[in-house]
């Protein structure tokens, strides 16, 4: 049986108590477990996140420009800062999921996480309102606004690798998936980051292609700069 006493965490972390249940139930529904589940909410969800900081940010950087406004709201909703959020608030542990996800560990998975979050920032709004759900969703960022810096230009690590090479007059990194492993739905990609002036390649292990790359250049770039 659900009942309040499990949300209790979830509940004193966002700073709101669900009067209907059954709508905090759905946002924690993943599509796998059942008919109802939080897609729906986690499209109104979305929406609201990205207007809730968009503003925020318009107030709080008056003289910073569109381009300024839109990587800092970028790095507030991406779903990485999403499925920090969750995990903070163990969302993981109360996500209803199918079989297959269960045994895949859907629970721990930072895009599920991501969206259930998306899903309970809908679920406040339905319930709640704007003002109510603004007030959650700027409640959690607060420390992550605190530290944006307008002028900051966050690279991510095969851009700085690159850049790092070039400026030393070196050729460029070459990127081999070496091995993929896992279902369609949950894999795991291996990729070797190839240097010239390296004896090895670097390893990177993601849950895409993309991801292993970046950790593959971040351990690269790590050697480089310490050598």
Avoid at 78 to 102: C, H, M, S
Avoid at 188 to 206: A, L
Wanted: proline share 4%; net charge neutral.
């Amino acid at each position: 049986m659900i009942g309040i006493d499990r949300y209790a965490r979830l509940s004193q972390y966002l700073g709101y108590q669900f009067v209907d249940q059954s709508l905090l139930k759905q946002a924690l529904t993943h599509r796998s477990a059942a008919k109802l589940h939080n897609e729906r909410l986690e499209f109104l969800g979305d929406a609201v996140l990205g207007m809730v900081v968009a503003q925020a940010l318009y107030s709080r950087f008056p003289t910073v420009p569109e381009g300024k406004l839109t990587r800092m709201r970028s790095s507030l909703v991406k779903g990485d800062t999403l499925a920090e959020l969750g995990r903070e608030a163990d969302v993981g542990q109360l996500l209803e999921l199918g079989p297959g996800e269960l045994k895949s560990g859907g629970h721990r998975r930072g895009s599920i996480i991501a969206d259930a979050m998306e899903a309970i920032f809908g679920a406040i709004y339905l319930e709640a309102g704007l003002e109510i759900t603004s007030e959650v969703i700027l409640r959690l960022l607060q420390s992550r606004i605190k530290k944006l810096d307008p002028n900051e230009h966050p690279k991510d690590a095969k851009t700085r690798l690159q850049e790092y090479l070039q400026s030393r007059k070196l050729p460029l990194p070459v990127y081999e998936v070496v091995h993929i492993s896992g279902q369609d739905h949950d894999q795991t990609f291996e990729v070797h980051c190839h240097i010239e002036s390296m004896n090895k390649p670097m390893k990177g292990v993601g849950s895409s292609r993309r991801k292993a790359e970046q950790q593959a250049a971040r351990t690269a770039l790590e050697i480089l700069c310490n050598d």
